[in-house]
């Protein structure tokens, strides 16, 4: 096998997986509501919030938006 024909299995087994999980659920706005969720609880923790609203200060947009679309793309 090539490497375009790797690159093409590769991508071919991504989309499977990608329609295996949203067939249960885990779609993109699944995983909005979890990272916007998990994060909502971090920032309001007493101890892990200080740490993470200190050095995400002004910048939690788009740390939101990265951690999405890397979950989005695992």
Not at 27 to 52: A, K, Q
């Amino acid at each position: 096998m090539d490497s375009a024909d790797a690159y093409r299995e590769a991508l071919r087994r991504r989309r499977a997986l990608q329609l295996s999980a949203e067939e249960i659920g885990v779609d993109r706005e699944f995983i909005s509501n979890l990272v916007e969720t998990f994060y909502g609880r971090i920032r309001e923790h007493d101890e892990l919030g200080t740490v993470f609203n200190k050095v995400l200060e002004g910048r939690w947009p788009q740390h939101l938006a990265k951690m999405k679309s890397f979950w989005a793309g695992v």
